[in-house]
T-cell receptor, first 117, second 112 residues
Framework: GAVVSQHPSWVICKSGTSVKIECRSLDFQATTMFWYRQFPKQSLMLMAT?????????EQGVEKDKFLINHASLTLSTLTVTSAHPEDSSFYICSALIAGEPSYEQYFGPGTRLTVT | AQSVTQLGSHVSVSEGALVLLRCNYSSSVPPYLFWYVQYPNQGLQLLLK??????LVKGINGFEAEFKKSETSFHLTKPSAHMSDAAEYFC??????????FGAGTRLAVHP
């Protein structure tokens, strides 16, 4: 149980275009999801916390107008990278909390590799 | 400030040797601690977690970790390394507002 999927697993887009990444909890409800960014050989950097039905909370330094997050249902959160540029190329990972579970354990998706040309 | 420190960004061991990955956390973090493993181009997989109760925690693939409050440590060990253990390992602590605090990661290399 507690499986999180991401789609697509990898995407290549041209500079200036937008790309949407989906994060789904397959067998549980997730009132809270998280979006992380990971640069090569580095740790995960939290970008934002996404709560179902409300606006996402962005970490300091993350442009909310560039990284649009929508959490429209208890099983789906999306991250849209708008007007992507090469510096946005990265590995994006989402995670989800099981509603009501108090242990802070997050279930991670397999990640999405974004390359902007 | 809350923080997690992993000692050694790279650890190399021989196959069959003991694996020891070190992790210390700041005393201000809540006592929820995790070790995750990441294989290349993949997400994170939970190895084990400490929440409450027994301080020696056993996880998957033969890994275990011991929570030592007095030393603010949560070191990860495995008695005998396998080639398949080569990966990136993250020590993680539960922070406020359901957030996780990540260590910088330790890359484990296993050589024949």
């Amino acid at each position: 149980g507690a499986v999180v999927s991401q789609h697509p697993s990898w995407v290549i887009c041209k500079s200036g275009t937008s790309v949407k990444i989906e994060c789904r909890s397959l067998d549980f409800q997730a009132t809270t999801m998280f979006w992380y960014r990971q640069f090569p050989k580095q740790s995960l950097m939290l970008m934002a916390t996404s709560n179902e039905g409300s606006k996402a909370t962005y970490e300091q330094g993350v442009e909310k107008d560039k990284f649009l997050i929508n959490h429209a249902s208890l099983t789906l959160s999306t991250l849209t990278v708008t007007s992507a540029h090469p510096e946005d190329s990265s590995f994006y990972i989402c995670s989800a909390l099981i509603a009501g579970e108090p242990s802070y354990e997050q279930y991670f998706g397999p990640g999405t590799r974004l390359t902007v040309t | 400030a809350q923080s997690v420190t992993q000692l050694g960004s790279h650890v190399s061991v021989s196959e069959g040797a003991l694996v020891l990955l070190r992790c210390n956390y700041s005393s201000s973090v809540p006592p929820y601690l995790f070790w995750y493993v990441q294989y290349p181009n993949q997400g994170l997989q939970l190895l084990l977690k400490y929440t409450t109760g027994a301080t020696l925690v056993k996880g998957i693939n033969g890994f275990e970790a011991e929570f030592k409050k007095s030393e603010t440590s949560f070191h990860l060990t495995k008695p005998s390394a396998h080639m398949s253990d080569a990966a990136e390992y993250f020590c993680v602590a539960g922070g406020g507002y359901n957030k996780l605090i990540f260590g910088a990661g330790t890359r484990l290399a296993v050589h024949p």
